[in-house]
């Protein structure tokens, strides 16, 4: 699908045809994000909202008009409640503090899940440990799907909030978000949305889900690094206070004190990147053109056939096997080595299958890929995972394959 719209696909790795499978980590760029970087600092590079010039003025139009293209695609009330950040991170971080400002006391917990990546949890222990707040998490059941009932039973009268993962990055099986918003939100309780794995692969509404907060990432959606967004509804947005100060985010600085700027200024202090806004609204029109209906059937069909594929390896052990997953698979491999009278198997570390499928020209992850407690759960040193894009196809796959099953008789 639309593959010769990514000129690095066409790129050899150790004299191989490469074979992307880390869009988890990140994607790929087509044509189209990568002409609107030249494009944007060749002819209208220039500071926003502050110039009168017509540079400055083109500048600040492209970056709002960004802003309602991301309102659009996520289904935002208005493009005030979209916030630029630098991505997921950056964004929790910001809601981190903010949350922590303005809700949190000594005794007060934050709940988040036992999936989570690093950028879900240590923003929320920092901040509880700032505010003598705990930080509570969902743990899993034996299937590694979320615990609701525990979940149900950790809600109190103390609960601040709770931000949880929408797509686990590890193990690409999709949470169910809208019983967590509906049973936090019959407490008033304030649900933020991990996106980072959701957004580029599936149609997200924010008031279909009616999460309070969205936090995603451009470079995982074809879009540029350095530019992802905080979605959050204006009710909340216009109660929390600023995370960082400086230019932009201020209505008037006076020795006696600072008023702040109105919804999305508040949250965006200094210079934003207002090229890479205008690559990711390229990026989102790049996703709609081919529709998210069709990317996410189409990563669909993949992950089914890798998942099948997977499976009749003998020695293939597949985290999640056979749930629902958006465009990832986690494995680990064990050798197969047989002597006359026994087979003796052992678990292959997950790092030598990576190096030897990165000798065939395949890029997989491996590791604990942002995620401790959930691979210390697993029990196991990490694992391999393999991602898709909307440009993978099954033939990707099949090599794939081909380069794993002789990795594993390499290493058996
Ligand atoms: N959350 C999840 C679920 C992720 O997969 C990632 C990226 N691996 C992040 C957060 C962090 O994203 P970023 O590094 O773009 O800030």
């Known amino acids: 699908m639309n593959r010769q719209d990514f000129p690095i696909l066409k790129e050899q790795v150790h004299g191989q045809p490469l074979v992307y499978l880390d869009n988890a980590a990140t994607s790929q760029k087509p044509q189209a994000v990568l002409d609107a970087i030249v494009e944007a600092y060749t002819h209208w590079n220039s500071n926003i909202h502050r110039g009168v010039h017509h540079l400055s003025q083109v500048a600040t139009l492209k970056h709002e008009e960004a802003r309602r293209a991301v309102a659009d695609f996520i289904h935002a009330r208005s493009s005030d409640e979209i916030i630029f950040t630098k991505g997921t991170t950056d964004a929790i971080n910001a809601l981190a503090f903010s949350v922590g400002e303005l809700l949190l006391h000594e005794g007060d917990e934050i709940i988040v899940s036992g999936l989570e990546h690093h950028s879900n949890i240590v923003p929320w222990q920092m901040v509880c440990e700032r505010k003598k707040a705990v930080l509570r998490h969902i743990p899993l059941r034996e299937d590694l799907s979320l615990d609701i009932e525990a979940f149900r039973a950790l809600l109190n009268d103390k609960t601040r909030l709770v931000s949880v993962a929408h797509v686990s990055n590890v193990l690409g099986t999709i949470q169910p978000v809208e019983t967590i918003v509906r049973l936090a939100h019959e407490r008033h309780i304030p649900v933020c949305i991990d996106g980072a794995q959701s957004v580029p692969h599936m149609r ?15 470079h995982k959606m074809y ?24 230019g932009e985010m201020i209505n008037h600085v ?21 090229v890479g806004s205008y690559a990711l609204q390229k990026a989102i029109e790049y996703m709609q053109s081919v529709g998210m209906e069709a990317i996410e059937a189409h990563e669909r069909e993949l992950t089914d056939y890798c998942e099948a594929q997977l499976s009749a390896i003998d020695g293939v052990h597949i985290y999640a096997a056979g749930q629902p997953k958006a465009g990832v698979i986690s494995f680990n491999v064990q050798s197969q080595i047989s002597n006359h009278k026994s ?21 997989v992850r491996t590791g604990h890929h942002c995620a401790e407690p959930l691979i210390d759960a697993l029990a196991v040193p990490g694992t391999v995972r393999v991602s898709f894009g909307l440009y993978n196809d099954l033939h990707d796959i099949d090599l794939f394959i081909q380069a794993l099953q002789k990795a594993q008789m390499m290493l058996s």
């Not at 052992?346 to 499928?357: C, E, R, V, Y």
């Open 204 to 218: 997200v509404d924010v008031q279909a889900l009616d999460c309070d907060f969205l936090a995603f990432s451009g």
């Open 254 to 274: 006076r020795w006696s004190g600072t008023t702040y700027n109105e919804l999305p200024y508040k949250f965006e202090a200094g210079t934003p990147n207002f």
């Open 343 to 363: 087979q003796i198997t052992n678990l292959i570390h997950p790092f030598d299958i990576g190096t030897l499928l990165d000798q065939q020209g395949v890029a």
């Open 223 to 246: 879009g540029p690094t350095g530019i992802g967004v905080l979605y959050g509804k204006r009710e909340w947005l216009e109660q929390l206070p600023p995370h960082e100060g400086g």
